[in-house]
């Protein structure tokens, strides 16, 4: 695990230790590093994913740690009674959830003329309703613990030229507007609401469906700083959003991007 791996590198958050966190799509991907790098620092994780092989990979590569073991529920965040389950499942095992990742997404093309409203509709599903309800899922136990730490992963396509996926891009705006209400409507309870916004990051399905030489070509022109984002760049952002060092950031847009311009 790189974040394992690195830690005497990077920060360890005392206020960390022992807090309980639910993280949906943390089977593989970006979700699998935040899982990862918050058990390193010693918070009980709960994740929540269709992939249940990616699930057991992970669960068996942080077996091989000494961190807290964390907790897998196979849940699809489109059925929103289910994610409700979920939740619930990771409360009962780990304990009350103060920090809530909303990660989860779709990020498949599809054409602007060929999209129907049963694709949009699912599309929104996938990648915005969820981070709504699994919010409103967690707040009454966070009210109880005095306050929380929810970080909404934007995306980067919502702020530059992408093309060929509109239904995600409208999905990720969404969640902007949607951290800032939210992070207002909570303030007076303790808990923050922010929205994490990664470049292109290469994990194994960026690597195997997008990255060509001509979209890594065209990232070279954009990006300010040339090396490419890892997944663990991204996880230290929700480490220090999760943690009491960033106490009085709420609303903000957080963005790992390399300098994208
Ligand atoms: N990788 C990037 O370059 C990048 C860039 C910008 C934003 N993001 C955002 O970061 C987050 C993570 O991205 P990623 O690249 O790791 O994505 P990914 O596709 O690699 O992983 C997403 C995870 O969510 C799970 N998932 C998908 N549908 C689900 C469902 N219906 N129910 C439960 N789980 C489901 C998948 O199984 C997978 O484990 C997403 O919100 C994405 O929009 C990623």
């Given at each position: 695990?790189?974040v394992t791996q690195?830690?005497r590198?990077?920060?360890?958050?005392p206020?960390?230790r022992?807090?309980v966190?639910f993280?949906?799509?943390g089977?593989?991907g970006?979700?699998?590093?935040f899982?990862?790098?918050m058990a390193?620092q010693?918070?009980?994780v709960?994740?929540a994913d269709?992939?249940?092989a990616?699930?057991?990979?992970?669960?068996d590569r942080?077996?091989?740690?000494d961190?807290p073991?964390?907790?897998f529920?196979?849940?699809d965040?489109?059925?929103?009674a289910?994610?409700?389950t979920?939740?619930a499942?990771v409360?009962d095992g780990l304990?009350?959830i103060?920090i809530?990742?909303n990660?989860?997404?779709?990020?498949?093309r599809h054409?602007?003329?060929?999209?129907?409203?049963?694709?949009w509709?699912?599309?929104i599903?996938?990648?915005?309703?969820?981070?709504?309800?699994?919010?409103?899922?967690v707040v009454?136990?966070?009210?109880?613990?005095?306050?929380?730490?929810?970080?909404?992963l934007g995306?980067v396509?919502?702020?530059?030229?992408?093309?060929g996926l509109?239904a995600?891009?409208?999905a990720?705006?969404?969640?902007?507007?949607?951290?800032r209400?939210?992070?207002r409507?909570?303030?007076?309870?303790r808990?923050r609401?922010?929205?994490?916004?990664p470049?292109?990051?290469f994990?194994?399905r960026q690597?195997?469906q997008?990255v060509?030489?001509e979209t890594l070509a065209?990232?070279?022109?954009v990006?300010?700083?040339?090396?490419?984002?890892?997944p663990?760049?991204?996880a230290r952002?929700?480490?220090?959003?999760?943690?009491d060092?960033s106490?009085?950031?709420?609303g903000q847009?957080w963005?790992?991007?390399?300098?994208?311009m």
């Amino acid at each position: 695990m790189t974040v394992t791996q690195d830690e005497r590198r990077y920060a360890v958050y005392p206020s960390l230790r022992d807090r309980v966190a639910f993280v949906s799509g943390g089977a593989t991907g970006l979700g699998s590093e935040f899982v990862s790098a918050m058990a390193a620092q010693g918070v009980r994780v709960g994740f929540a994913d269709i992939d249940v092989a990616g699930a057991e990979r992970l669960l068996d590569r942080l077996s091989r740690t000494d961190c807290p073991k964390p907790l897998f529920v196979e849940a699809d965040v489109r059925d929103i009674a289910r994610l409700r389950t979920a939740i619930a499942e990771v409360t009962d095992g780990l304990g009350p959830i103060s920090i809530l990742v909303n990660n989860a997404a779709n990020d498949e093309r599809h054409d602007s003329q060929a999209v129907d409203e049963a694709y949009w509709d699912n599309a929104i599903a996938v990648n915005l309703k969820h981070h709504f309800f699994a919010t409103q899922t967690v707040v009454p136990g966070m009210r109880a613990l005095g306050g929380g730490s929810i970080i909404n992963l934007g995306s980067v396509s919502a702020h530059t030229d992408f093309v060929g996926l509109p239904a995600y891009v409208t999905a990720k705006a969404g969640i902007e507007g949607l951290t800032r209400t939210l992070a207002r409507e909570l303030g007076p309870d303790r808990i923050r609401v922010n929205c994490l916004i990664p470049g292109w990051i290469f994990t194994e399905r960026q690597l195997a469906q997008f990255v060509t030489p001509e979209t890594l070509a065209k990232l070279d022109q954009v990006q300010s700083l040339k090396d490419n984002i890892t997944p663990a760049d991204v996880a230290r952002m929700v480490l220090w959003l999760a943690a009491d060092d960033s106490a009085m950031c709420t609303g903000q847009k957080w963005i790992v991007d390399g300098g994208w311009m």
